[in-house]
């Protein structure tokens, strides 16, 4: 049957990606740092070999094939094949001479944007982000279909997600935050002292995994490792590894960072078996083994387990009890209001990957704007140091005193990536919509009022997880919402969230 060798070739693909998912997790928890140079050729190979493989006329054949012998309502398959097709159009339209010379420019890129963000000196890695900018604006070009050429750097990440859109959900989320952090910044400040005592990692480490465990994580097809960034990352449903940093000064960052984690696991967890070998587990355009209906939905389920569940005063109410029993001696003087409040206080910053959950979109919006401005040409590298400045005083109120600090912060651009940081919002926006309806389900709220997380668990898993790749955000939100994507619902809960905190 030519589906079956279809789905057979695509399972080879996804095999290799697999692989390359699995030298990465090493690479980023395992590996001594000599190792580097010799894991950028494996990885480089391995990608070129599913490149090939993507693109390969047979592949293209096995498709018209597949296509032609599928009855008309075999929906599920006839959208396999259409997916990958579009896929592999798009992979194949970026000319392999840009591909070289973006591989060649981002080690370069790389280490220029190390050394200027070290000597602050954005002047010396101008020239070589022009270039880098020169390649995005070509690959935008070539698998653009005519609208703004961000649209096509997003959809990347975000299938259908266009300019147009973000801008109009963009202007709600900045007339709903700008006046919602002003007023956050005036109100009560939490003790900040609590959050900074010596709580000693292995029992911060027992603590946050056992809630993780808790939340569903499953530990049989599953693991922790450190590491410096914190990732998930899976080979299969019954191999999907999170990671975290726990510092011991610092509390929350690697508890709600490891239920960050733990919620794209379950995710990769809970994709129903005949998706996850198959022609749904593998996304021809990044080349990326496994996931689900796109970044912004992955985020959705962090941010939901995260900031929804881990940094609600209900959590905390039920939960502060047994992290005093971990931490008797750090936290015999702090209420579980006080710890509630300490996790949630809003504190407008210059840093995006530090900034709280009400200021972390205006930091997604500032580099959004920037990006669609630089892709279409409207806006000068030379330029974005002051524009950073401004944006950042416009939306957060704070001087940005260096570039170090300011536009040199992120290491995406020099990495060759555009368009992924819109995921982060539309993630935030969506894991306010989905948990809305799951609240509004009997047994789901009984259980987070009483701290036990299977049936929210069951729930996603029903109506989002299972689903993977074949079905797409779109629908999984009018199915499950009725309605589109739509910020209205995140307004809501960042907006009750600050009248909670008494501001
Ligand atoms: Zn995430």
Same mark, same amino acid.
């Given at each position: 049957?030519?589906?079956?060798?279809?789905?057979?070739?695509?399972?080879?693909?996804?095999?290799?990606?697999? +692989?390359?998912?699995?030298?990465?997790?090493?690479?980023?928890?395992?590996?001594?740092?000599?190792?580097?140079?010799?894991?950028? $050729?494996?990885?480089?190979?391995?990608?070129?070999?599913?490149?090939?493989?993507?693109?390969?006329?047979?592949?293209?054949?096995?498709?018209?094939?597949?296509?032609?012998?599928?009855? *008309?309502?075999?929906?599920?398959?006839?959208?396999?094949?259409?997916?990958?097709?579009?896929?592999?159009?798009?992979?194949?339209?970026?000319?392999?001479?840009?591909?070289?010379?973006?591989?060649?420019?981002?080690?370069?890129?790389?280490?220029?944007? &190390?050394?200027?963000?070290?000597?602050? =000196?954005?002047?010396?890695?101008?020239? &070589?982000?022009?270039?880098?900018?020169?390649?995005?604006?070509?690959?935008?070009?070539?698998?653009?279909?005519?609208? %703004?050429?961000? =649209?096509?750097? &997003? #959809?990347?990440?975000?299938?259908?997600?266009?300019?147009?859109?973000?801008?109009?959900?963009? !202007?709600?989320?900045?007339?709903?935050?700008?006046?919602?952090?002003?007023?956050?910044?005036? !109100?009560?400040?939490?003790?900040?002292?609590?959050?900074?005592?010596?709580?000693?990692?292995?029992?911060?480490?027992?603590?946050?995994? #056992?809630?993780?465990?808790?939340?569903?994580?499953?530990?049989?097809?599953?693991?922790?490792?450190?590491?410096?960034?914190?990732?998930?990352?899976?080979?299969?449903?019954?191999?999907?590894?999170?990671?975290?940093?726990?510092?011991?000064?610092?509390?929350?960052?690697?508890?709600?960072?490891?239920?960050?984690?733990?919620?794209? !696991?379950?995710?990769?967890? #809970?994709?129903?078996?005949?998706?996850?070998?198959?022609?749904?587990?593998?996304?021809?355009?990044?080349?990326?083994?496994?996931?689900?209906?796109?970044?912004?939905? $992955?985020?959705?389920?962090?941010?939901?387990?995260?900031?929804?569940?881990?940094?609600?005063?209900?959590?905390?109410?039920? %939960?502060?009890?047994?992290?005093?029993?971990?931490?008797?001696?750090?936290?015999?003087? &702090?209420?579980?209001?006080?710890?509630?409040?300490?996790?949630?206080?809003?504190?407008?910053?210059?840093?995006?990957?530090?900034?709280?959950?009400?200021?972390?979109?205006?930091?997604?919006?500032?580099?959004?704007?920037?990006?669609?401005?630089?892709?279409?040409?409207?806006?000068?590298?030379?330029?974005?140091?002051?524009?950073?400045?401004?944006?950042?005083?416009?939306?957060? #109120?704070?001087?940005?005193?260096?570039? +170090?600090?300011?536009?040199?912060?992120?290491?995406?651009?020099?990495?060759?990536?555009?368009?992924?940081?819109?995921?982060?919002?539309?993630?935030?926006?969506?894991?306010?919509?989905?948990?809305?309806?799951?609240?509004?389900?009997?047994?789901?709220? *009984? !259980?987070? =009022?009483?701290?036990?997380?299977?049936?929210? $668990?069951?729930?996603?898993?029903?109506?989002?997880?299972?689903?993977?790749?074949?079905?797409?955000?779109?629908?999984?939100?009018?199915?499950?919402?009725?309605?589109?994507?739509?910020?209205?619902?995140?307004?809501? =809960?960042?907006? *009750?969230?600050?009248?909670?905190?008494?501001?």
């Amino acid at each position: 049957m030519s589906y079956a060798a279809f789905q057979t070739e695509i399972a080879r693909i996804n095999d290799v990606l697999c +692989t390359i998912n699995l030298l990465g997790w090493d690479q980023r928890t395992m590996m001594p740092a000599g190792g580097i140079d010799g894991r950028a $050729h494996q990885i480089a190979t391995l990608t070129g070999i599913a490149r090939d493989m993507a693109t390969d006329p047979q592949l293209a054949e096995l498709m018209d094939r597949a296509e032609a012998d599928l009855p *008309a309502d075999a929906t599920l398959e006839r959208r396999a094949v259409a997916q990958a097709r579009a896929e592999i159009a798009t992979l194949s339209r970026i000319p392999s001479r840009v591909i070289s010379e973006m591989a060649e420019l981002k080690t370069r890129a790389n280490a220029a944007w &190390v050394a200027a963000r070290a000597a602050n =000196d954005f002047a010396t890695y101008a020239p &070589v982000l022009e270039r880098m900018m020169g390649l995005q604006r070509e690959i935008a070009a070539a698998i653009g279909d005519g609208g %703004h050429p961000y =649209d096509a750097m &997003v #959809g990347m990440y975000e299938p259908g997600m266009t300019w147009d859109r973000l801008q109009s959900i963009y !202007g709600q989320l900045k007339d709903a935050l700008v006046p919602l952090i002003a007023r956050a910044k005036d !109100g009560p400040r939490p003790r900040a002292d609590i959050l900074t005592r010596r709580y000693p990692i292995p029992a911060q480490k027992d603590f946050g995994l #056992g809630m993780a465990r808790r939340m569903g994580y499953d530990m049989e097809r599953g693991r922790l490792d450190d590491t410096v960034h914190p990732f998930e990352i899976s080979f299969t449903r019954g191999d999907v590894r999170i990671t975290s940093r726990f510092r011991e000064d610092w509390l929350p960052g690697g508890l709600f960072a490891l239920w960050h984690e733990a919620g794209h !696991g379950m995710y990769e967890q #809970g994709i129903a078996p005949e998706h996850t070998r198959g022609v749904f587990a593998t996304d021809l355009v990044n080349l990326y083994a496994v996931g689900g209906a796109s970044f912004g939905m $992955h985020e959705s389920q962090s941010r939901l387990w995260e900031n929804r569940v881990g940094r609600s005063r209900r959590f905390w109410a039920l %939960h502060f009890g047994a992290l005093r029993d971990t931490f008797p001696d750090q936290l015999s003087d &702090v209420t579980e209001d006080e710890f509630w409040a300490a996790v949630n206080a809003v504190n407008p910053s210059l840093i995006r990957v530090e900034a709280d959950e009400l200021t972390y979109d205006m930091h997604i919006i500032l580099r959004s704007e920037i990006e669609a401005g630089l892709v279409a040409g409207d806006i000068d590298v030379a330029d974005l140091p002051g524009l950073w400045a401004e944006k950042m005083r416009a939306y957060l #109120g704070v001087a940005v005193p260096d570039d +170090t600090r300011g536009v040199l912060q992120d290491v995406h651009w020099s990495h060759g990536y555009l368009g992924s940081f819109p995921t982060y919002t539309i993630g935030n926006i969506v894991s306010s919509q989905l948990f809305a309806v799951a609240q509004a389900d009997a047994g789901v709220a *009984a !259980g987070l =009022d009483t701290g036990d997380y299977a049936p929210l $668990h069951g729930w996603l898993g029903e109506n989002v997880w299972r689903h993977g790749r074949a079905s797409s955000r779109d629908e999984t939100l009018e199915r499950v919402t009725g309605g589109p994507l739509d910020p209205a619902a995140y307004i809501a =809960d960042l907006t *009750a969230k600050v009248e909670a905190l008494g501001a």
